[in-house]
């Protein structure tokens, strides 16, 4: 059982930069691999970035690729999304995630509460 905690959500302007943080619960965090999800209103859920349980490697939503960046801090059971240059359009809320078996998984088995991400124009 893998419990997950986000925060660093909030409200930014265009053109801004936050920094997601998720902290996981459990000793075996370094055997997971973790992700972000967001859903915005009247959207469906979608992927944004996930890595490896290593950090080696990472993958990328089209629509973020080059603006945001996932990494991972094993030692302090932590998952990061830095997110720049953000867009109303990324207007969410922010989930974490973690899969024992993969981080490509449309549907990773661990999921926190979520963090609301605001951007206005």
């Known amino acids: 059982q893998v419990q997950l905690v986000e925060s660093g959500g909030g409200l930014v302007q265009a053109g801004g930069s936050l920094r997601l943080s998720c902290a996981a619960s459990?000793?075996?965090?370094?055997?997971?691999?973790m992700g972000w999800f967001r859903q915005a209103p009247g959207k469906e859920r979608e992927f944004v970035a996930a890595i490896s349980w290593s950090g080696g490697l990472t993958y990328y939503a089209d629509s973020v690729k080059g603006r945001f960046t996932i990494s991972r801090d094993n030692a302090k059971n932590t998952v990061y999304l830095q997110m720049n240059s953000l867009k109303p359009d990324d207007t969410a809320v922010y989930y974490c995630?973690?899969?024992?078996?993969?981080?490509?998984?449309?549907?990773?088995?661990?999921w926190g509460q979520g963090t609301q991400v605001t951007v206005s124009s």
């Open positions: 995630t973690a899969d024992p078996n993969s981080a490509r998984s449309s549907w990773p088995r661990y």
């Open positions: 459990g000793r075996t965090f370094s055997s997971y691999a």
